[in-house]
């Protein structure tokens, strides 16, 4: 059943070049543990790609914790904004978690079960507005 999002339901979309420091990773989970609900990140081979969601202030701090690391090509695809459209209300999915992938496709796959698709889709370059 989907719900419609709250007035405090944001998320952001982050490229980089790639992500695979453990260390770094283990400072997004760290900062992850203390701003976002809910963090996706695709670990490994390029694109380094980062969904974050949770309330605005907690998402913008997560942002500027991921800006602070200094990836490559660092990209805020999809600034801090209100969740689009309807979102997925699936209680597993949006629990308070930080999710490593290692494929765009699994990616992909986390963001259709959280409702989010086409908004990344778009975001990403491969559906246009």
Sequence with gaps: MATKP?????NALI????????????RLRT?????????VIRYGGSPGLMYVEGDEEG??????AVKRLRYKDFQLLRKVGRVEG??????????????EVESVQ???GRMEGLG????????MGFESD
């Design 116 to 123: 989010v698709l086409r908004w990344w889709r778009r975001a």
């Design 86 to 99: 309807e979102v997925k209300g699936d209680v597993e999915l949006r629990a308070k978690g930080f999710v």
């Design 106 to 108: 699994e990616f992909a």
């Design 31 to 39: 900062a992850a543990d203390h701003h976002a609900r809910y963090v």
């Design 59 to 64: 998402v913008t701090a997560w942002v500027g």
């Design 6 to 10: 709250t007035a405090s339901f944001f």
């Design 15 to 26: 490229q980089t070049h790639h992500i695979t420091s453990r260390k770094k990773v283990a």
